[in-house]
T-cell receptor, first 113, second 113 residues
Framework: GEDVEQSLFLSVREGDSSVINCTYT??????LYWYKQEPGAGLQLLTY?????DMKQDQRLTVLLNKKDKHLSLRIADTQTGDSAIYFCAERKRTGGSYIPTFGRGTSLIVHP | DAGVIQSPRHEVTEMGQEVTLRCKPISGHNSLFWYRQTMMRGLELLIYFNNNVPIDDSGMPEDRFSAKMPNASFSTLKIQPSEPRDSAVYFC???????????FGPGTRLTVL
């Protein structure tokens, strides 16, 4: 199986909350990230959370971390059409002797009026 | 800073031709990553460099793919010979040390006919 798993699609109505879920494999990961990819562009870091935290809030974004279940979620409050994008979960993982982010396949968030 | 620069932005070529993708990382960053993104396979890490040295190339699909980083400000990804299944968006990203925030370029959309 893949290291980082996410559902591929999520559709929400404008103004509702969106919750994007992710599971990861390495319980020793110290950082977990959410990246956003807008159409036709590269990925951009949206937010991150240290593994010693349960929650991080940043304006409309809330990140929840359940280390026991290796589950990460991103909640977007009052979702807007501009939030339509692909959201990637990533865990900091040892690869080739170094620690680098390992990305999931991404969740396409579709916001409709 | 102009961010990560990739060229060309679009490339259309015929099967069997050599393709060279180019990347200029952000000045001062010492880690560089090449990714491939397709609908079927999502975002795949192909290879990453640290201080111009390839650290992990286990994601390179086959011998037709090669990557170089002759200096801190330039990297190439070459496909020779190209095949239709290589059609994808190829991203370059850089970071200050491997496990910090990655900054992605706009990508090169490759179409192999």
């Amino acid at each position: 199986g893949e290291d980082v798993e996410q559902s591929l699609f999520l559709s929400v109505r404008e103004g509702d909350s969106s919750v994007i879920n992710c599971t990861y494999t390495d319980s020793s990961s110290t950082y977990l990230y959410w990246y956003k990819q807008e159409p036709g562009a590269g990925l951009q870091l949206l937010t991150y959370i240290f593994s010693n935290m349960d929650m991080k809030q940043d304006q409309r974004l809330t990140v929840l971390l359940n280390k026991k279940d290796k589950h990460l979620s991103l909640r977007i409050a009052d979702t807007q059409t501009g939030d339509s994008a692909i959201y990637f979960c990533a865990e900091r993982k040892r690869t080739g002797g170094s620690y680098i982010p390992t990305f999931g396949r991404g969740t396409s968030l579709i916001v409709h009026p | 800073d102009a961010g990560v620069i990739q060229s060309p932005r679009h490339e259309v070529t015929e099967m069997g031709q050599e393709v060279t993708l180019r990347c200029k990382p952000i000045s001062g960053h010492n880690s560089l990553f090449w990714y491939r993104q397709t609908m079927m396979r999502g975002l795949e890490l192909l290879i990453y460099f640290n201080n111009n040295v390839p650290i992990d190339d286990s994601g390179m699909p086959e011998d037709r793919f090669s990557a170089k980083m002759p200096n801190a400000s330039f990297s190439t990804l070459k496909i020779q010979p190209s095949e239709p299944r290589d059609s994808a968006v190829y991203f370059c990203a850089s970071s200050q040390d491997g496990d910090n925030e990655q900054f992605f370029g706009p990508g090169t959309r490759l179409t192999v006919l």
